[in-house]
């Protein structure tokens, strides 16, 4: 019933003799009925997938599902997918939408936590509507924006012209130029409340005596969030901004409702492309290798990921 | 700098006299944010009391000058067609919704307090094995689970939304309450024990109820997910009958893009659900995050 940590556990693991693990499993067979569910949901949902999609990548596929028609190509798919111009054009896509609803998103989601955090009227009215781009369904977002950026008739285009910044409305998501940048206002949109959530939770945990020590030891605004604030909040950034990134690499609504990855794949992000070769296409084989290289690079976010966590666990063990 | 009460005559006459310059750049910037958050929420409402002839117009109207509710009458009438399916792709996604809430915690509960107290062998890999399902993308899933379903005939039901929608929610609320039970004290069960309670009992009748934000926490968190879920029941639904709303109202008005009224009256009423549970609920929100997710 004790908390050990991962350390301990570890340790333990080391100690030489298999039939010592078995016992240690047997012992414990009460605790893996609380976790079973999970882990059985998890198993079906996740692994079977992942070795599905690992095989298929290997294979030529004809197109609708009957996929016991496969022939073994080797690694075919992977040196089609690595030669073709459309990847370089997606994966740029991609960094460009990752890092900048990333960024974005955490900046101004950190900087409303922080405008937030000294209480005044209408303080929870606030962070409430601010919130609420959050909470409604992706979907209805992009149409919302959709019509927000219509080329005839949308309110942004109306605007422009009536301060004769502009002689007529502009396309913003049927131009090459443009749709990439307009997408990511929306995603950001969508994102930054859950920045200021995660901030404004994590801001609660600052010490105040820290701050009020800093202020009489003569340190400005500028300093004491600098140099107090900031780096207490170093671990919750680091989560929140691995969150973000992941969700905005995997994001697949708002691309694929109001643009399709047009005009001419301006706006297709890898998750977007993917789903076109596979269900628009039927190449099942090319989307699945897509998938697999997928998987590489976001094990490797997910290195990161386990280990900021797990950082918070371990000071919360050490504690 | 949150204690204004304590430093209240002195404090609150320097203020007066010099210009606080980062507070009034944090007032405007909240301006500007409540401005970027609101206003296309606005012009959804506003569009959506339009007649589809006020709509198209430009300049647009931007206050409508004939309001109307016609698009939510034609929306929410059981009477007409358009109004059958709408409301049956409401309660289709409120049946799938709830049922993965409720399975949501019913799993997520006793794997997070595992995670939390126990010390079993393999716990930590298989702890962050449930945090990396984040990682992945649903699109990575697709082809495989609705090869899956069909051959375990859940394709076209209900039952392969809930069972992905699953997954979704898991990592995240299994990480929110080992969280709370890391932060509720472990003398509190073994009082419990001493007194006579089993494990369970104790875990049932102690830590369950101190946890409650937790699980309120982990149930929106559930509940909005499978509510806004779209690529699956995308791409495992397709008779009409079924269809939850993110893929019903995308049915609905693909082939008449100009009724915008309509759109935006249908993404309003899709909204309103999550909205009213998240503000009304919204501070165990928060305070989950607090607890569970930002460790001190």
């Given at each position: 019933m004790t908390i050990v940590t991962g350390k301990t556990e570890a340790r333990r693991r080391l100690q030489p003799g298999g039939s010592g693990l078995l016992r240690k499993i047997w012992e414990h067979r009460a605790d893996y009925a609380y976790v079973l569910p999970a882990i059985a949901v998890m198993l079906v949902v996740i692994a079977y997938p992942i070795y599905y999609t690992i095989e298929l990548s290997f294979f030529s596929t004809p197109p609708g599902?009957?996929?016991?028609d496969k022939t073994f190509i080797g690694f075919d798919n992977y040196t089609a997918i690595l030669t073709s111009g459309v990847f370089w054009k997606v994966t740029w896509n991609t960094l460009i939408w990752t890092v900048g609803s990333t960024g974005i998103s955490f900046v101004l989601g950190f900087a409303a936590a922080l405008a937030l955090h000294r209480d005044f009227f209408g303080r929870g009215v606030l962070r409430a509507i601010l919130i609420i781009p959050w909470v409604i369904s992706a979907v209805a977002a992009s149409y919302i924006w959709k019509w927000i950026y219509?080329?005839?008739?949308g309110i942004i285009g109306a605007v422009l012209v009536g301060l004769g910044w502009a002689d007529r409305p502009p396309n913003f998501i049927d131009s090459v130029s443009t749709v990439l940048p307009s997408l990511i206002v929306v995603n950001i949109w969508r994102e930054f409340p859950f920045a200021m959530i995660m901030m404004m939770a994590g801001l609660q945990t600052v010490p105040d005596q820290l701050l009020r020590a800093a202020k009489v030891d003569g340190a400005n605004a500028w300093q004491r969030f600098w140099h107090v604030t900031f780096p207490h909040l170093r671990n919750v950034s680091t989560v929140t901004i691995l969150l973000l990134a992941v969700a905005n690499f995997n994001s697949f609504i708002i691309p694929w409702i109001m643009t399709g990855g047009g005009p001419s794949n301006a706006s297709h992000i890898w998750i977007t492309h993917i789903y076109e070769l596979a269900f628009?296409?039927?190449r099942w084989g090319v989307a699945s290798a897509y998938s697999v290289l997928l998987f590489i690079i976001l094990m490797t976010f997910g290195y990161f990921y386990v280990r900021a966590l797990s950082g918070n666990d371990r000071r919360d063990g050490s504690a | 700098m949150s204690t204004i009460a304590g430093t209240a005559p002195r404090g609150q006459a320097r203020r007066r006299i010099r210009f606080d310059g980062w507070r009034w750049g944090g007032r405007i910037f909240l301006v500007f944010m409540l401005l970027y958050t609101a206003l296309p929420m606005i012009w959804m409402l506003l569009t959506s009391i339009k007649s589809g002839f006020a709509a198209m117009q430009f300049p647009p109207q931007w206050w409508p000058d004939q309001p109307t509710l016609a698009s939510y009458q034609k929306l929410l009438d059981p009477q007409n067609s358009v109004g059958q399916d709408f409301l049956r792709f409401f309660w289709n996604s409120l049946f799938v919704s709830t049922a993965t809430t409720i399975l949501s915690v019913i799993v997520a509960v006793p794997a997070a307090y595992a995670f939390s107290r126990f010390t079993f062998p393999g716990r930590n890999f298989l702890f962050f094995t449930v945090l990396?399902?984040?990682?992945?993308?649903a699109v990575i899933f697709l082809v495989p689970l609705f090869i899956l379903m069909r051959a375990i005939g859940?394709?076209?039901?209900h039952g392969s939304l809930v069972l992905t929608y699953l997954t979704f929610g898991l990592p995240l609320a299994i990480w929110l309450l080992k969280g709370f039970y890391d932060n509720i004290p472990v003398q509190l069960e073994q009082a419990a024990r001493i007194d006579g309670a089993t494990r369970f009992q104790a875990f049932i009748l102690i830590v369950m109820p101190l946890s409650t934000p937790g699980i309120i926490a982990t149930a929106i968190y559930s509940f909005i997910g499978a509510w806004n879920e779209y690529i699956y029941a995308y791409t495992f639904l397709s008779k009409n009958e079924q269809l939850t709303l993110p893929v019903g109202i995308q049915r609905f008005f693909s082939e008449n893009t100009t009724d915008f009224p309509g759109l935006m009256a249908a993404s309003f009423i899709m909204s309103v659900p999550v909205v009213v549970l998240f503000l009304v609920l919204q501070r165990y929100f928060v305070r989950a995050l607090t607890e569970g997710a930002v460790k001190h």
């Open positions: 599902l009957q996929l016991r219509h080329s005839d008739f628009g296409r039927q | 990396l399902r984040n990682m992945f993308p859940l394709v076209n039901t």
